[in-house]
């Protein structure tokens, strides 16, 4: 990318408050409003320069800002920020070596569910060992986006995962239902998996902990332990919970296989 010069900066400027100038007006108001010493032909040049590369158009002595170029630029603009919103660490598995882990944070549950989407659940098992997710609660997909259901359905296809829930309830029950429509089969609940502040997925020789701060973990107990039925579930404080809060959320994830099969042994 061409860095711009500070004459193109400052005709960006007269033309977005003027609309439309000749090459002559642009030179005089320069150097009237900016003290532009350039000459007349310098000025004209950067102008012709600029209808070249598509930044400005001209209109019979008149030239303007382009506004296909600044429809692109409004576009690289939305796109940079989509990108910086929801912007995650580049992790490559494959890199990692037998015994050595990688140490992620992300904040709020839509950042981890798509590591644990896009990379636990798809870390690489060219054996096809089972894989699994040892949760105190099952997880939920509410406030997910698309690209995370279909990171999910992928995963899901990919390898045979068993969810060992150690909670046994309605609510943890309706969140298996919903994981089994993206192809989600296999579920145990009431079996004692996880400890107070995290969870584990294993997937090939790959062990991921994803660890919860206090109060985010209470209020998951609270949300699911609560209501005896499921028409008592309050989905709008989950979609809260899910969406609103953004707790700082720890993973590491290990490359470990005999500690892996130790948990296939145990396990299933």
């Known amino acids: 990318m061409v860095k711009k010069s500070r004459t193109e900066d400052l005709v960006l ?3 977005s408050e003027e609309f439309s100038l000749t090459a002559k007006q642009v030179h005089q ?3 009237r409003q900016f003290s532009v010493s350039s000459s007349y032909q310098a000025v004209h040049k950067t102008l012709k320069q600029m209808l070249g590369e598509g930044v400005l158009e001209k209109k019979g ?3 303007c800002i382009s506004k296909e170029w600044v ?3 409004q576009q690289k603009a939305q796109a940079l920020a989509e990108s910086l919103k929801t912007r995650q660490p580049e992790v490559n598995l494959e890199n990692l070596k037998e015994n050595e882990s990688i140490k992620l944070s992300f904040k709020g549950i839509p950042e981890v569910g798509w590591f644990l989407a896009d990379k636990a659940m798809q870390a690489p098992n ?3 060992k089972p894989s699994i997710a040892l949760w105190k609660f099952c997880y939920s997909v509410v406030g997910l986006e698309s690209k995370h259901l279909q990171r999910l359905k992928e995963a899901l296809k990919k390898n045979t995962w068993h969810f060992i829930i150690e909670e046994n309830n309605p609510v943890d029950h309706m969140f298996a239902e919903t994981l089994k429509q993206y192809g989600a089969k296999n579920f145990k ?3 004692k998996c996880a400890t107070p502040l995290s969870d584990k997925m294993i997937c090939g020789d790959y062990i991921t902990e994803i660890t919860y701060p206090t109060v985010f973990r ?3 107990n609270i949300q699911n332990r609560l209501p005896r039925r499921i028409i008592e579930f309050n989905l709008a404080k989950h979609f809260l919970l899910m969406r609103e ?3 700082t959320i720890h993973t590491i994830t290990t490359k470990n296989t005999q500690m892996a099969d130790e948990y296939r042994k145990e396990y299933l």
């Open 13 to 15: 400027q007269l033309l």
């Open 29 to 31: 108001k320069l150097q």
């Open 61 to 63: 002595k008149e030239y």
């Open 71 to 73: 429809e692109k630029n």
């Open 126 to 128: 060219p054996k096809r």
């Open 189 to 191: 609940f009431g079996i």
């Open 218 to 220: 209470k209020l998951w």
């Open 245 to 247: 809060l953004q707790p």
